[in-house]
């Protein structure tokens, strides 16, 4: 059950419906905002009708008013008594639960194919197990129904399958790796950012190191100058973890603005007491454990070595922490970036893929006809799309349309079943092949843009009075006619209702559809499509058809497909009131969303690399200016002796340097070892590739040589007098 139209209050207007059974509800735990849930006396053939309406519809319809309980509201022509409303909170992002703003019992569903075992309806099932019973328990359980029931309909289910997992798994299954990678690149960022705070403190602490033996000297204890930086650490790190909750509330809710698709239950993202939590203990611990290094040092400050160094200090001696730190840094930085550019090179092969069809200039909508016309005879409701037709197609600015039934490329599936030529029949539809059924006019190719390979596409001829065709994809040529020319050849498929077997001869050749989108079509099992002519479907499907039918239209250059929506849909009104079109959205929008994981991944991944390059190219400044800073007078006396400015620089550029190939050679084998994780989020890219591993590794090495360029030429630039001079 996809759009229902509500009308009797108002304009007439198409909401998402859902069939569900008694006890949906309660198995997941969902109590109404008022009212109750289905009964089983309701959940039947023959009840009276009822429903349960989501609270966002009880607002814009009927303004929150309790006393709709008990009244009739109109869906696609049929009263029905409002029962309960479903609380907002209720999002099911899995089997379009999402946006379902009516509820149906399904006991009450009528349709013939529906209660018929060889029709092989997609019906979702979900349960909870009772306490101590494990997964495998249930699926030996669900095992032994299934041979109980092709015991008792041996027609119809003795090939039955089923297949169980986790609702977890159905949710978050395939966002999880995604997100496990996301969640180890947000803890290098935090390593790589606490290192940073690290170091710093520790050349500040050295560069305090008179001050503190000064203090010592006084009568301070060293417990007292250990609290004291401690206490200046986690000062840095609670501001930093303040700050970083305003930038994380701004960037989640950026990135969940842009790409809303990405993540299930999206709008429940955001920051709550839980995050903060979690926010303040790692703020915490950050400032303690990366705050306890330059606190060791300082208490170790020996007062008589240090005052005595008060005016014989020559030059001053690079801690060997603060270069260790500065290797960490790299090689966590490389490890990011090489994630990052993974992910780059993944979303650049996607992009470069052909969906199949051109999705520049093309929109889709759905209609919904008044309900009135399902009950009309299949020559009415043949005659009431071809005028609609020919209005969509008269309208300014649209360059050609086409009415579609059954399978919706990237969006949705219906499947097919058939056997071949040459092949018998099979006892039981169950033992069938499969395909993807695309019910189409003949201007179909002319708005997808699909190449037509051999043969024949569907033509006006193609009507209810002519023999039966069909135009194949070239993965079903490739699966079923390999070597074979297919045109001339003929397919079957047996209606599941009346058992009657329909011959349709293969006319035509087309390209595939990624059908499943860009990322997983290639990982999915179901690739050979059908399209059939739209006017030769059967009187039953026709009577389906009536029901709603897609829109897909190209607009001509320079016709934005967005903007036309509003001019179709008033046209399609004045032609008939009670018909609604709704769910506007254009191809090149669903091609994108069909990868809206990667990009969300992408996204996160190279702004989290790009911190990682900034904190790094930081922390090795950092420590090349403190070094200048320390070895002033030792410049100085170097430069008196004859060294060149040249070879300071270089001296300083070989340390910078030094560092850096440490930190890329270490990084570079942690992420041979970790990008092995990313496989999964992928696509044909190896976690190995060599082009990404040295681009960055060139990148970062051109990054941290710069930062130690400057206080290099810094150090260079030195006036040897002033040198010997300074403290």
Not at 125 to 139: E, H, I, W, Y
Not at 247 to 268: D, I, V, Y
Not at 274 to 287: D, E, I, K, W, Y
Not at 571 to 576: D, G, V
Request: aromatic share 8%; proline share 5%.
């Amino acid at each position: 059950m996809s759009g229902v139209t509500l009308s009797g209050k108002g304009e007439p207007q198409v909401v998402t419906g859902q069939m569900i059974s008694n006890g949906f509800f309660e198995i997941l735990g969902i109590t109404p905002v008022l009212g109750r849930t289905f009964t089983a006396d309701e959940d039947r053939l023959g009840a009276n009708p009822t429903v349960m309406i989501s609270e966002g519809l009880w607002k814009r319809k009927f303004a929150s008013d309790p006393s709709v309980l008990g009244k009739t509201i109109i869906l696609d022509g049929q009263g029905r008594t409002v029962i309960g409303i479903v609380p907002a909170s209720f999002r099911l992002k899995m089997w379009n639960f999402e946006h379902a703003d009516a509820y149906e019992p399904i006991g009450e569903y009528s349709q013939p194919e529906f209660r018929n075992r060889n029709a092989s309806w997609g019906t979702d099932a979900l349960a909870r197990l009772k306490p101590g019973v494990s997964m495998n328990d249930a699926a030996q359980d669900l095992a032994r129904v299934n041979r109980g029931l092709a015991a008792a309909y041996p027609d119809e289910d003795a090939n039955i399958k089923t297949y169980m997992m986790p609702m977890k798994e159905v949710l978050v299954g395939e966002v999880r790796p995604a997100l496990l990678v996301l969640l180890g690149a947000v803890g290098f960022v935090l390593l790589i950012a606490c290192v940073n705070v690290a170091n710093l403190m520790l050349a500040r602490s050295t560069s305090r190191s008179r001050e503190f033996a000064v203090r010592v000297a006084l009568g301070a204890g060293r417990g007292r100058l250990v609290r004291q930086v401690l206490t200046e650490s986690i000062a840095l790190a609670l501001i930093g973890g303040a700050l970083g909750l305003l930038l994380a509330h701004w960037g989640t809710r950026t990135a969940l603005t842009l790409l809303p698709q990405a993540l299930p239950r999206s709008e429940n993202v955001g920051l709550d007491g839980r995050v903060l939590l979690f926010t303040l203990v790692a703020a915490m611990l950050a400032g303690i454990v990366f705050g306890l290094v330059p606190a060791i040092k300082t208490s170790r400050t020996r007062v008589s070595t240090t005052l005595n160094e008060l005016r014989l200090s020559v030059a001053g001696t690079r801690s060997r922490a603060q270069s260790t730190f500065v290797v960490v840094e790299m090689a966590m930085a490389l490890v990011l970036l090489v994630g990052a550019g993974l992910m780059v090179r993944t979303l650049m092969h996607l992009w470069t893929l052909d969906p199949g069809f051109n999705p520049q200039n093309v929109l889709s909508f759905v209609v919904s006809m008044p309900p009135s016309l399902a009950n009309q005879s299949p020559d009415t409701v043949r005659a009431q799309y071809r005028e609609l037709g020919q209005v969509l197609r008269s309208t300014p600015g649209v360059e050609s349309a086409s009415f579609e039934w059954g399978s919706h490329p990237m969006k949705g599936d219906t499947e097919e079943n058939f056997y071949l030529e040459g092949e018998s029949r099979p006892a039981h539809i169950a033992e069938m092949q499969y395909t993807l059924l695309y019910m189409v006019e003949p201007a179909y190719l002319q708005v997808m843009q699909i190449p037509l390979l051999r043969g024949r596409f569907i033509t006006d001829a193609d009507n209810e009075h002519a023999s039966a065709v069909v135009v194949i994809d070239e993965d079903f040529a490739t699966r079923y006619f390999p070597g074979k020319d297919p045109i001339g050849k003929h397919m079957y498929w047996v209606d599941p209702i009346s058992g009657e077997t329909h011959a349709q001869e293969i006319v035509g050749l087309v390209g595939h559809v990624r059908q499943w989108g860009l990322a997983d079509d290639s990982t999915e099992t179901m690739h050979a499509q059908v399209y059939q002519p739209l006017w030769q479907a059967s009187d039953r499907r026709t009577a389906l058809i009536a029901e709603n039918v897609h829109v897909y239209l190209r607009t001509k250059n320079g016709v934005a497909p967005a903007s036309i929506f509003t001019a179709v849909r008033n046209r399609l009104a004045q032609r008939n009131g009670d018909l609604v079109a709704f769910e506007p959205e254009t191809m090149q929008r669903v091609v994108a969303d069909s990868i809206a994981r990667q990009r969300f991944t992408m996204i996160l991944f190279a702004a989290f690399a790009a911190v990682a390059l900034l904190l790094a190219g930081i922390g090795i400044y950092g420590v090349l200016s403190y070094v200048v800073g320390q070895r002033t007078k030792e410049i100085g006396v170097r430069m008196a002796l004859g060294a060149g400015r040249g070879d300071v620089l270089r001296a300083f550029l070989r340390d910078g340097a030094r560092m850096t190939l440490i930190g890329i050679a270490l990084g570079g084998i942690a992420a041979l070892a970790l990008t092995r994780l990313m496989s999964s989020i992928l696509f044909e890219v190896k976690p190995t590739d060599p082009l990404t591993f040295g681009g960055v590794a060139v990148l970062l090495s051109m990054i941290a040589l710069l930062a130690c360029y400057i206080p290099a030429r810094r150090a260079a630039s030195l006036d040897p007098m002033q040198a010997l001079r300074s403290e």
